[in-house]
């Protein structure tokens, strides 16, 4: 069984304002509506940030390298907004559908992070 990718609620782009700023903001999660179900999904920030060097394993090394391809993520490994990539499965608590979340995470300053979802995808079985 391998996991490919479907249809994305949000793409990269170099333009892309953060959605949180540590020193800032007053929000913690981020949400977005499952595409399958109309079901409110929400994803901490802290996660984000704190998953930053460890993603590919979380992820898997299968779907990591695959999702860097997808995604665009170069040699220099950068995320769009200058951050670096971090990436987490999150699955919906209604349908059960599987969505790959991809953010660029940039530390600004010692302990500021600038967070910016870059991506959101729905991966999908295939046998």
Not at 39 to 53: M, P
Not at 78 to 101: A, I, Q, R, Y
Not at 110 to 122: A, L, M, P, R
Request: charged share 20%.
């Amino acid at each position: 069984m391998t996991i490919a990718f479907g249809k994305s609620l949000l793409t990269p782009s170099y333009t892309r304002k953060p959605d949180f700023k540590s020193h800032e903001s007053t929000e913690n999660q981020f949400t977005f509506v499952c595409a399958q179900c109309a079901e409110a999904l929400s994803i901490e920030y802290a996660t984000l940030i704190n998953c930053g060097l460890a993603w590919e394993k979380d992820v898997g090394g299968i779907l990591a390298a695959e999702a860097k391809s997808f995604y665009g993520i170069g040699v220099v490994g950068k995320s769009p907004d200058g951050g670096w990539p971090s990436m987490m499965k999150v699955e919906c608590t209604n349908c059960k559908t599987l969505f790959l979340v991809y953010a660029g995470v940039n530390e600004v300053r010692n302990s500021v992070y600038f967070v910016t979802i870059q991506g959101i995808t729905e991966l999908t079985e295939s046998i």
